[in-house]
């Protein structure tokens, strides 16, 4: 009876194992004892990394880190991208992406210096050189986290990338 019980527990026991190695994102080794043995398996685990990405102009390159709005990966998911920026008023630019940005779970801007946000009215990216203050339809993709201070001189073509460290 305790052979069948063992049985039973490691089909059991394989069946959870064989369905954590069929999953598609990053793995890691991780070690399993049971009472009769070890095992090493491949374990899924979720790393949530964040998306940065590098805006370059005129040799001069900005980082943003991107926040985890659809907006922000629907943008990041266009990439790379070689486009026009334009200037706008006396604190921003703004690049019109090729497909409008998914805004499912998008959250309000309130732009300060460094802010990378959505306008969806005009469906334009908008990159902030100065503080803003916040705006019906305008919502946050993510912040400067170096480079800022390159925003203001940006012009003609740029290009954008995922940013890999």
Request: hydrophobic share 35%; net charge negative.
């Amino acid at each position: 009876m305790k052979n069948i019980i063992k049985i039973v527990l490691s089909l059991v026991m394989c069946f959870f194992l064989w369905g954590c190695q069929n999953q598609t994102e990053p793995n890691r080794t991780s070690t399993i004892q049971t009472q009769d043995h070890q095992e090493t398996v491949e374990q899924d685990v979720t790393s949530k990394e964040s998306k940065k990405i590098s805006v370059t102009s005129n040799r001069q390159i900005t980082i943003f880190e991107l926040n985890d709005s659809q907006a922000a990966n629907s943008l990041y998911e266009q990439l790379p991208l070689t486009i026009e920026v334009e200037n706008y008023s006396d604190n921003e630019k703004i690049f019109y992406p090729p497909v409008d940005l998914t805004m499912t779970d998008a959250v309000s801007a309130n732009a300060v210096t460094g802010t990378l946000a959505y306008y969806e009215p005009w469906t334009n990216v908008v990159m902030f050189y100065e503080d803003f203050g916040s705006a019906s339809g305008l919502y946050e993709l993510g912040q400067a986290i170096s480079g800022s201070e390159y925003i203001e001189d940006m012009s003609g073509t740029i290009e954008i990338e995922a940013y890999l460290e």
